[in-house]
């Protein structure tokens, strides 16, 4: 059984561009959540999908939106980037219990 | 508004030594509670967690206390190792009827803790 994967590890965007993080969910799994983790605070929930519909929302402005696949797979685009966007992106996947995350996605934007 | 805060930003505990770590929280609507363990460059790994309806969950050398009343929760590693040395988080969900209960976890900022050999 694989765990949950992200890519890429590490990326660096300009102020104004566009950005597509990806994650694969540990097997079995059908529910995505992304998470958002600024340096020295906690995950702060950005959206969760279920079988390929968002299905809950965190306080994020609608730049930051999110797809589902039916292999469960899941996909986070952000929109015009602003320099606070920098931050680690955490996938997790679940399956009616505990979430397993992923190693998360460095974003710099500058 | 922070409704799970974790107050003490870091610990230091001797090894051998009860670890306790510990959290608040304001909303009464969360009803499941986690605590997590994150190591640098990983992401973060669920370690144990508690349902309302308990007041104490054991799982080897964690154990993680809820008292309802007080908001409060608290993770007791006994006893510690140097590999328990990481940033501990704890967070919380408000369950609903269907679907994933559990998904929209609400995290604490986080307790590094420090344990020497």
């Known amino acids: 059984e694989t765990g949950v994967t992200q890519s890429p590890t590490h990326l660096i965007k300009t102020r104004g561009q566009q950005v597509t993080l990806r994650c694969s969910s540990q097997?079995?799994?059908?529910?995505v959540s992304w998470y958002q983790q600024a340096l020295g605070q906690g995950p702060q929930f950005i959206f969760q999908y279920y079988r390929e519909e968002e299905n809950g929302r965190g306080n994020f402005p609608p730049r930051f939106s999110g797809l589902q696949f039916p292999n469960y797979s899941s996909e986070l685009n952000v929109n015009a980037l602003e320099l606070d966007d920098s931050a680690l992106y955490l996938c997790?996947?679940?399956?009616?219990?505990?979430?397993?995350f992923g190693p998360g996605t460095r974003l710099t934007v500058t | 508004d922070q409704q799970v805060k974790q107050n003490s930003p870091s610990l230091s505990v001797q090894e051998g030594r009860i670890s306790i770590l510990n959290c608040d929280y304001t909303?009464?609507?969360?009803?499941?509670f986690l605590w997590y363990k994150k190591y640098p460059a990983e992401g973060p790994t669920f370690l144990i967690s508690?349902?309302?309806?308990?007041d104490k969950n054991e799982d080897g050398r964690f154990t993680v206390f809820l008292n309802k009343s007080a908001k409060h929760l608290s993770l007791h590693i006994v006893p510690s190792q140097p590999g328990d040395s990481a940033v501990y988080f704890c967070a919380a969900s408000a369950s609903y009827a269907g679907g994933t209960s559990y998904g929209k976890l609400t995290f604490g900022q986080g307790t590094i803790l420090t344990v020497h050999p």
């Open positions: 097997s079995g799994h059908n529910t």
């Open positions: 909303n009464s609507m969360f009803d499941y």
């Open positions: 508690i349902s309302s309806i308990k």
């Open positions: 997790a996947s679940s399956f009616r219990g505990e979430q397993y």
